[in-house]
């Protein structure tokens, strides 16, 4: 059948409902205990056989949706689900009061219900609720993914996570462990002393990354406003201000393209320390890293598709130059020539050779070369000061900056720097943004003087870094998508025909 004829049955089921005086919808449902909480309390056979349940006198109210129904003349038994967990609801005709059994003529697999009565344990061991009273909660009127494949297209997953959720008991356990490992992230950044603030997600000037900003607008005030592609200026600002240790967890939005590894919309953490720099972060992170794999995966060795990534501090350091001649198999003398460089980028044909910087170039060579190369965690320092306007320059070398990317998987996940404090030098990169933005570049950052007149006002040495929380996820629940650990990804609008063919 249709599903469109599957709604009919059911509405003809409500109106059934209706006439016994039964409300589908009611405001609140009976329940003494959750399904998880049963569970975890008495799913033990051994502890808990039936007769000793018996003994309790024990009458409860759990509630879930239907899974499954099956009749046995005068028995019924149906599994409900809550919260992933599942329990037994063993119906007999004479036990269950009025209209109880004729509620169940009416019962389809997507409903919720609440049953109440003693706790048992059927033959086969499975711990049960033996009904006495039956109520009905919430009437599905369309059906549940067909019951032994689930829901299998990718697209309509993402799209219908609700349903992704009932049938997949995969994706509840990611999205559950996803939580524990913010939880994770979250106490170990308050253990080190961190204190965890709020800054604004609509911004006069976007600020923090070189990245191109979604554009909304204040009616009242009339004025562009950007969602943030950051957070750092402002925790920066913190810094000035004379806060210590902060951090956020929260969303940033950049207005670029979607890929198994980005979403326009995503979660970061950004932490900065007064006092401290670039290889305080290291330590910082390797430490958290481990600590979270540990506390909530049990392990600092976990998969990665065909692979294993070990989480054991401490990580391997490389520079750019060292990852694009190990990995590239070239001559490290030869990134030291300008000419050299780009000799190189034309041979891997990278684009817009002979109007980049050497620096920039540099960084498509590392790209093109590196990046998806480094599977087990690798900090990748000395970048080229063209791709970090808000970095400390290198002792000795002003052409790079005191910076580290931290690669897993073949994906960044982590950036950090020493970050820049001095405020004529900071007012020069912002100038040296804008002309790129004048020459065509609109993912350069925008002047922020009021972030320039902070620093003149006087920033300790600082260590600031952000970590990508989806990828984070990605990597410890060894998950192949980002969309696979966003709960609602961005998805491209339907066609007519796909919308079509998604209700047949």
Known sequence: MQPNQYRDIRLEKLE???????????????????IAQLAAAYADAEAWPNEKLEGL??????????????????????????????????????????????????????????????????????????????????????????????????????????????????????????SRIVSAVRRYMEDQGYLEVETPMMQPIPGGATARPFITHHNALDMPLYLRVAPELYLKRLIVGGFEKVFEINRNFRNEGLSVRHNPEFTMMEMYEAGSDLRDMMTLTENLLSTVAREVMGSEQLPWGEQVISYAAPFRRLTMKDAIAQYGAIDRHQLEDGDSVRTLAKSVHIEDVETKTVGTLLGDL????????????????????????LTKALEGDDRFVDRFELFIGGMELANAYSELND???????????MDEREAGNDEAMLLDMDFVTSLEHGLPPTGGEGIGIDRLVMLLTNSASIRDVILFPLMRPMKPSEAADNTE
């Not at 070369?369 to 080229?384: G, H, N, V, W």
């Open 423 to 433: 405020p004529i030098d900071q007012m020069g990169r912002f100038q040296a943004q």
């Open 16 to 34: 059934k409902l209706k006439a016994l005086g039964l409300d589908a919808w009611p405001r609140k449902a009976k329940r003494t205990h959750g």
């Open 57 to 178: 006198g024990l009458s409860v109210s759990a509630m879930g949706r239907v899974l499954t129904i099956r009749e046995m003349g005068k028995s019924v038994f149906a599994h409900l689900t809550e919260n992933g967990e599942k329990l037994q609801a063993f119906f007999r005709k004479d036990d269950v009061a009025e209209p109880g059994w004729d509620v169940l003529k009416l019962l389809d697999m997507g409903d919720f219900i609440s049953v109440t009565g003693p706790l048992m344990r059927t033959k086969t061991g499975e711990l049960s609720i033996r009904v006495k009273e039956v109520q009905f909660l919430s009437k599905a009127l369309l059906p549940l993914p067909e019951k032994w494949h689930g829901l299998q297209d990718k697209e309509q997953r993402y799209r219908q996570r609700y349903l992704d959720l009932i049938s997949n008991g995969d994706v509840l356990k990611t999205f559950r462990t996803r």
């Open 366 to 389: 590392f790209e093109h070369y590196a990046e998806k190369q480094l599977i087990q965690p690798t900090f990748i320092t000395d970048y080229p000061i063209e791709l970090s306007p």
